[in-house]
């Protein structure tokens, strides 16, 4: 196997080549021109050096040697060292990468993440030794941290576990100001996952988040741009059949599996308008005020209207009205008494919206508000996040409201027997009389309250 980087003037392309050339065209048909042979040496090996050299001869594309990698299988110090003579190239480890990414078909395991963990770390022990206080961890958490595993997150199901180990990386650094050790949180990670305006942080769960980017490709195959990747998946993965019925075999990439199996939360998501129904399944889009027809009825409905399972809505379209055939159950007559509102407009192509947008659109940020469970508006969320607010006040407001700051009486249930013989002369102060019935505070706060 020989992965190749091949350059032309100011621009690279990164080409796997595994004994021959793959090409993709507008219509994606695959070309493989394979050699065989017991070992790639003498003979064998210059024919495919004579190959990738006539490739480069009529692309234009030469091989940049610095970064091409030659991969040996099965044999000897001696074979290997002759490859790298004939063929110029280095010896390269799997997976390969493109762009920092595994290019691989099984499952996504830690050891293929590790440079986004170490990335993270990395970043994190650049921090460590700055003093910051828990304010200027949670921006960094929100602005920087969080934006390192997007690239990943778009194109990969991310594993649980790396996920976990990642999170577990920002609650230490939260709340301690280290990395490694996430004891002493003051408030659950999970209760702080959520907007400010719910009184939390703002801080984005990873796992969501991970889902949300990857509902975009999704949307590109159920009504988005024809690029390149969704004319091959549709060519080769879904054939002639529809993304909401096509079926997770069990020869397919670990990362398409992953990647149905999220259908069933894009699903309500996308809403279909009908104008002359030709791109719209009339059995398995969302476009009917019930949704999918074949979600909600029998398959037995299929052959009461006498129109085949890959039929569009075209096939009820006539002119500016529909036109459902006469009603064979009571499954279809229920159908024909809740069509939409609007009537369709055979000059007019269908439109799909995505619901949570505001826009109709994909957008990263409305997918994750759908994924998750919203929590009520906190009256206090301007109190604690206007806009000139000092970071380090609010956000020691913000635990002092939630309960959590440590004032005596909650060092108290500690039984730390050395911090009660200090106390022990003292009134014991509570959050409610340092905070809000002070005589510093209760002008104030009266006045914002």
């Known amino acids: 196997m020989v992965t190749e980087e091949l350059q032309a003037g100011p621009t690279q392309v990164e080409i796997p080549v595994i004994i021959g050339v793959q090409i ?63 063929l110029g190239y280095t010896v390269g480890s799997l997976p390969i990468r493109y762009l920092g990414i595994p290019i691989i078909s099984s499952r996504l395991r830690l050891r293929d993440c590790s440079p986004l963990v ?27 941290l969080t934006s390192l595993q997007v690239f990943w997150a778009s194109y990969l199901c991310l594993p649980k576990k790396v996920l976990n180990i990642i999170e577990q990386k920002f609650r230490s650094f939260l709340w301690r100001g280290i990395e490694g050790d996430s004891k002493g949180a003051k408030i659950c990670w999970s209760d702080i996952c959520f907007p400010k305006k719910e009184g939390c942080l703002g801080i984005k769960d990873l796992s969501s988040w991970n889902k949300a980017l990857m509902i975009r490709h999704i949307w590109i195959l159920s009504y ?7 004319s091959w998946i549709k060519a080769y993965h879904l054939k002639d059949s529809n993304l909401w019925k096509a079926k997770t075999p069990c020869t397919c990439s670990w990362n398409w599996r992953k990647l ?14 009908i104008g002359n129904g030709s791109s719209t399944s009339l059995w398995f889009d969302n476009w009917h005020p019930d949704g999918p027809l074949l979600s909600k009825w029998s398959p037995r409905v299929v052959y009461d209207s006498c129109f085949p399972i890959h039929a569009t809505v075209s096939s009820i379209v006539h002119g500016d009205s529909w036109s459902w055939p006469a009603a064979m159950s009571i499954d279809l ?4 008494s809740r069509m939409p509102s609007y009537n369709p407009n055979s000059n007019v192509n269908d439109r799909a919206r995505s619901l949570p947008s505001s826009n109709g659109t994909y957008s990263a940020s409305s997918a994750l508000a759908s994924l998750r469970t919203p ?22 407001l913000w635990v002092a409201i939630r309960g959590r700051l440590s004032t005596r009486d909650r060092i108290h249930r500690y039984d730390l027997w ?17 905070f809000f019935l002070s005589v510093y505070s209760v002008e104030p706060f009266g006045l914002s309250l």
């Open 333 to 336: 007559f229920v159908i024909r």
């Open 375 to 396: 929590h009520p508006f906190v009256p206090w969320f301007k109190l604690v996040w206007f806009p000139q607010n000092i970071p380090r006040m609010s956000f020691i």
């Open 24 to 86: 993709l065209s507008e219509t994606p048909a695959k070309v493989v021109v394979q050699l065989t042979g017991e070992l790639l040496v003498g003979p064998e090996a210059r024919v495919v050096k004579a190959a990738l050299d006539e490739f480069s001869l009529l692309s234009g594309l030469h091989a940049n040697h610095a970064k091409s990698n030659i991969f040996t299988f099965g044999v000897s110090h001696t074979i290997n060292q002759q490859l790298i003579n004939l």
């Open 118 to 144: 170490d990335r993270v770390s990395r970043r994190l022990a650049s921090w460590l030794i700055q003093g910051l206080s828990y304010a200027g961890r949670l921006q960094l958490i929100v602005s920087v």
């Open 224 to 230: 988005g741009t024809n690029n390149l990747w969704s």
């Open 418 to 434: 050395r911090l009660l013989l200090v106390f022990f002369a003292t009134p014991t102060r509570s959050l409610m009389p340092t």
């Open 260 to 273: 149905l199996y999220l259908r069933p939360l894009v699903r309500p998501l996308i809403q279909h308008y």
